[in-house]
């Protein structure tokens, strides 16, 4: 069933009535099943509608920003979350440790992996390293060479160890999607850990977000400018913004010096989405579906213009 929306409907039409115990799935697009199937039972707890649910098999994105959005949408005793990353070119890991945040990497599913360091990430001709040869806490670019015929094919995702022998990983990002106007080298893993501890600090629940550079003008300085739909808003959009900027210069110390003494980059500036204005963007761009994630970081400015003209 190849449109989107029609299938939303039929899952939760066929759903609604079954005793549900264990789902799986992206967080973006399985919240918004959830929520069809809070419009179909007139109710805001999963639990209402599936008493047994007990599992949530989650991947794709960092489940860190929505974590306190599902304890929301899923409220009671019981509630397990195990994180995997697989994809169409196969199984790479697993959460093996139920209150871990990483990821056994699996050696023996048909995959030999590559990792590109991330300073390489861009070049033409980029050094690569084997897991025998990598270091925890770096980011990395993955390659796959795989007994289904692909042969030494980037993923787009970039992984950080935690612990080596065995192996375990944490998604930090996508290659693509980051910031590196001004030399802040921010990627989504940096921007995920920022976001969380704003919300966290000032009571706030993430819908989505994205954010994009702002430009320096003449003498002017530049900043990042972030778009943000909330499931439930910071009482103090200001404070939230201070936070939002304060726990970022914390993750990641280029970004620090530049922000220091507003020396090349200012505070940050935020706008608060209307509810539904991501998923009409990726309607719009035709990217609803489980395939699909909205991109954190952009190091230009497109997607970020292309929101705002939604609000």
Sequence with gaps: ???????????????????????????????????????????????????????????????????????????????????????????????????????????????????????????????????????????????????????????????????????????????KHFINAFGEEVIADNSDKAIDAACKLTGAVMKEYTAGPVYMQGTGKGGHEWIIEFEKPPADKEVFVRELDAALQKVNSDYEAKRHKDMALLLPVVHIAPTGTFYRWMQQRGKLGGQHKVPRLSNDRK?????????
């Design 1 to 175: 069933m190849s449109e989107w929306e029609e299938k939303i409907e039929k899952i939760a039409e066929h759903t609604v009535q079954q005793n549900v115990t264990h789902i799986a799935g992206v967080p973006t697009w399985t919240i918004v099943l959830i929520r069809r199937l809070f419009e179909m039972k007139g109710t805001d707890n999963l639990r209402d509608i599936w008493p047994g649910l007990e599992l949530y098999i989650h991947g794709g994105v960092s489940f860190m920003p929505y974590r306190d959005q599902f304890k929301e949408l899923i409220r009671g005793d019981g509630m397990h979350y195990v994180e995997t990353y697989n994809a169409s070119e196969g199984f790479f890991a697993f959460q093996d440790r139920p209150d871990a945040d990483d990821m056994l990497l699996m050696p023996d599913y048909g995959v030999f992996y590559e990792f590109i360091p991330a300073e390489e990430m861009h070049r033409e001709d980029p050094k690569t390293l084997s897991w025998g040869e990598v270091e925890t806490g770096k980011n990395y670019a993955v390659v796959i060479t795989t007994n289904c015929g692909l042969w030494r094919y980037k993923l787009g995702d970039t992984v950080r160890f935690t612990t080596l022998f065995p192996h375990r990983i944490q998604i930090s990002g996508r290659v």
């Design 303 to 311: 997607y970020v213009e292309e929101i705002l003209s939604l609000i």
